[in-house]
DNA sequence: GGTTTGACCATAA
DNA sequence: CTTATGGCCAAAC
C-alpha cells in the first residue's frame, strides 16, 4: 500500500547481488562488518539479511566475493554453529595478514574499511535510497 | 503455492 | 560483563 511508497524498502529481489557488489569493494587485509554493509545499502537494521545473504554464496560465487573480509560488529568472525567456515574464513585472512589477538579479534579500529571506493559500484546497486 | 533455512546488530536491563 | 528482544526476508527446495 502506501506505506512503501512513503518508506522505500531496502531489501527487495536483489539484495544478494546488492550485497555481493559492496562486499567486493573491500580490497584483500581489510574487513568490513555486517552492519557496515547493511548502512551502506540503507538501514544498519538489515545486517541479519547481510548474514543470510552471504550464507547463500556458492563456491562458484565466493570465488568472486571476499566473503571472508565480512566479520561480526564485535570484531570476531561470525559463526552460528557452522565451525568448519569459520576455520577457512580465519585461514583466508590470517593468508593476507590480518591479525588476530589472542580471543580471535581483528582490530577493527585499524583494519576496518571506510568504503571510500562505494562510487565504484554500480549505480543500480544503490537504488532509491542513494544520496 | 507453501516450507525451510540461515555468516547479525543495537539497545535495554 | 551477560542475556534477551525486536528488527524490512529472500532464495532454494
Redesign the pocket.
Known sequence: MATDLLEP?????????KVHAVIRLVPQGRVT????V??I??????????????????EGT?TT?P??R?????G???????HW??TR?YELLSAEDVRFSEAGKVDLGRLRWSFDNLDRLPKSVLGP?AP
Open positions: 524498502r531496502i531489501v527487495g529481489p536483489g539484495f544478494h547481488a562488518t555486517y552492519g557496515d547493511a548502512t545499502l540503507g538501514s544498519p537494521r538489515v545486517a541479519r539479511h547481510v548474514g543470510w545473504a552471504l550464507s547463500a554464496l556458492s565466493a566475493v566473503w571472508h565480512v566479520i561480526n560488529s564485535r570476531f568472525i561470525a559463526h552460528r554453529g557452522a567456515r569459520a574464513q535510497v
